[in-house]
């Protein structure tokens, strides 16, 4: 019992970790605002109008993002007139068919957070250079619908309840990048950037072949399930394989409370759990007011080392629940299942394994008809362990001065339709701040129907601007001046 507990306790650990951290998902309006610096950061073949900026550490920039495939806030909680109080779904006034509607068979959640402590780039003829170092949370989390369908409807004699698709994929690493773009290369009005990146892991979890079934009868009701699981962390972090008389995972506190700065930078700069990936880009230009471009972002990943592989292969004939009148209930089961749950449970040390990152894939064009004022469309196709998630945004950029810059969106995310955000820049001298989102603005008009909210905040010093005149030029127009 005591082992199972640390069980729990480490596992929601991971969890909590995992729904704190908010997503460092780029937002898609940034796609068309070329003047923001760390616009690279979503196709490398972006140039910063500047010739020299330098991103502020800790700020260069803030991101995060929170994302639902399938549920807001108010699918979850909501208000019912009738009794003049919130219920959720499970209440016996609550809708539950709706609630199931929203659902596809197999959902998720996904989060991450980012905040770059170095961010610099210069120009070098038509070339431009960027470094940024990031320390990145990545985390997404797996649910299937039949889940929600047994808790509402229960089962029938003699069927087959499958509800595989459980699991969990989270990241945290330290990105190193280097970034390369060139302007008319091979041919006029044909632009290319590549980002190659180094990993360096800290921890992971992953899950793999997630299955769970329920076979019912009127005497009895077997239970099979299996998933295998696979877990990282720092070099202070030991696993142990007996979990039934060792605490499952051994933290060196002493390490954590004697540990110098530079000594805590080195664990998150750790080349025993590396990897690399790779971002591409183009731009190209068929007419001067047109620009068509697409990227693709996180292809790689990390070979993880200091690593823990666990197998829980359980099955349990559940026969029913004795009640006395006298004695109460028969609590004999409860033991029998924690016995089952223990040793179902299995963990093998020291077996390296391989994670990718969350690839991204996007296209976009754009369209300036007049010189401050253009329109661009953007299709994201981000690759999940499990899933393919989709997104479209629809923007109005409009450069309206020297200090204030503006980008309008309307995007499909998470489907749903409801996703109007915008971007604003100022700049005052060198000093330059924006802010991107989304879904800022139908977020702060309807929060409790919003299932995505991101945002990245930034401030950097820019240098060697020099403004760009005439029509023929007006897609470069960035959102610095």
């Not at 993880?304 to 004999?332: C, H, L, Q, R, S």
Request: proline fraction near 5%; charge should be negative; glycine fraction near 10%.
């Amino acid at each position: 019992m005591k082992s199972l507990n640390r069980i729990l306790i480490t596992s929601s650990i991971f969890l909590g970790v995992f729904l704190i951290g908010i997503n460092g998902q780029i937002p898609n309006a940034m796609y068309f605002m070329p003047g923001v610096p760390q616009s690279n950061r979503i196709n490398p073949a972006i140039q910063p109008g500047c010739n020299f900026y330098l991103g502020l550490p800790g700020v260069s920039p803030l991101r995060f993002q929170v994302s639902s495939s399938s549920l807001a806030f108010n699918d979850i909680v909501y208000y019912n007139e009738s009794i003049d109080s919130l219920i959720t779904p499970f209440h016996p006034l609550g809708d539950k068919a709706g609630f199931l509607e929203n659902l596809e068979e197999v959902n998720y959640m996904m989060t991450s957070l980012g905040t770059s402590v170095a961010s610099f780039g210069f120009r070098a003829g038509n070339n431009f250079f960027s470094v940024d170092v990031t320390p990145r949370f990545d985390g997404k989390i797996y649910y299937p619908k039949g889940i929600f369908e047994l808790m509402f409807n229960g089962a029938e004699d003699g069927s087959l309840i499958s509800l595989g698709g459980v699991g969990a994929d989270i990241n945290l690493f330290t990105e190193a990048a280097l970034g390369w773009s060139r302007r008319d290369i091979l041919i006029p009005n044909l632009d290319f950037g590549i980002r190659g990146k180094l990993l360096f892991g800290i921890a992971n979890l992953s899950t793999f072949n997630s299955e769970l079934d329920i076979s019912t009868s009127q005497e009895v009701w077997n239970v099979n399930a299996n998933m295998q699981v696979k877990a990282s962390a720092p070099s202070f972090v030991t696993f142990n394989e007996d979990v039934q008389n060792e605490e499952p995972v051994v933290i060196d506190r002493d390490f954590i409370d004697t540990a110098k700065v530079m000594e805590l930078v080195q664990s998150g700069l750790n080349f025993d759990q590396f990897g690399m990936a790779l971002d591409a880009g183009i731009n190209y230009r068929p007419l001067p007011q047109l620009l068509v471009s697409a990227s693709v972002m996180d292809l790689g990943g990390i070979k993880w080392k200091n690593t823990m592989e666990g197998a829980f292969d359980f099955e349990y004939d559940f026969e029913g629940i004795e009640v006395n009148p006298f004695t109460g209930v028969d609590t004999t089961f409860i033991r029998e299942l924690q016995d089952s749950l223990m040793n179902a449970i299995s963990f093998v040390t020291g077996n390296p394994y391989f994670s990718r990152l969350n690839t991204k894939l996007f296209v976009g064009v754009s369209y300036y008809p007049l010189e401050k004022i253009g329109i661009g469309l953007l299709s994201r196709t981000d690759f999940l362990n499990e899933s393919i998630s989709q997104q479209f945004t629809g923007t109005v950029n409009m450069t309206t001065g020297k200090f204030i810059n503006l980008s309008v969106s309307y995007s499909y995310l998470s489907r749903t339709f409801n996703n109007l955000g915008a971007g604003l820049s100022l700049n005052v001298g060198p000093f330059n701040m924006y802010m991107i989102s989304d879904n800022i603005i139908s977020g702060a008009l309807r929060p409790l129907e919003t299932r995505s909210v991101n945002l990245w905040f930034g401030m950097n010093l820019t240098f060697g601007w020099k403004r760009v005149a005439g029509k023929a030029k007006a897609f470069d127009l960035p959102l610095i001046l």
